[in-house]
């Protein structure tokens, strides 16, 4: 491992720490999304590949510690919640883009609202999964899932 002490040799402070670590991740999960959504032309290709990025997403915050302290580290400090809403306005906008793929007669800003709301309650319900003990996050996991699917696939 490397030290803390050492880690200040490349960056300021820990604000300058958490928002490197931030970044890399946004990068490598917004790649992963995009990948994931970018083939989906039906609603049974949405519900697959949304459920898929959901259990993924809340394996990692499972497997890697360092995922939450990430987390925490921007939740803790306002002037990285500007990077956080930026990742998950991405991240929207992918979910927008399938959408529109298969409601095109839809309103864009009624489909960009649900895209981003749903983005947002789905890194809600993951801090919320992680703080209670594994049975219960992985029921609300599933709530979540099952609720966001019912708006995303509603005709």
């Known amino acids: 491992g490397v030290s803390i002490g050492s880690l200040y040799q490349f960056f300021p402070d820990k604000r300058a720490i958490i928002w490197a ?26 519900g697959r590949a949304f459920s898929e990025l959901v ?13 939450r302290d990430i987390w925490s580290g921007t939740q803790a400090d306002k002037a990285l ?29 009624a489909l960009e609202t649900t895209a981003f709301l749903i983005w947002q309650m789905g890194e809600a319900a ?19 899932k099952r609720m966001a699917l019912r708006e995303l696939l509603a005709e």
Do not use: H, W
Not at 23 to 45: K, M, P
Not at 59 to 67: I, Q, R, S, T, Y
């Open 21 to 46: 670590l931030a970044e890399r991740y946004t990068a490598e999960s917004q790649s992963c999304i995009s990948a994931a959504l970018a083939g989906v032309r039906d609603a049974e290709g949405l």
């Open 81 to 109: 919640r500007p990077l956080e809403l930026a990742d998950s306005r991405a991240n929207a906008e992918f979910l927008t883009a399938v959408l529109k793929r298969l409601r095109p007669a839809a309103d864009p800003v």
């Open 126 to 144: 993951m801090r919320l999964a992680i703080s209670v003990d594994r049975l219960e996050g992985d029921r609300l996991v599933a709530a979540y």
């Open 55 to 67: 259990d993924i997403y809340y394996g990692l915050f499972l497997a890697e510690p360092v995922m």
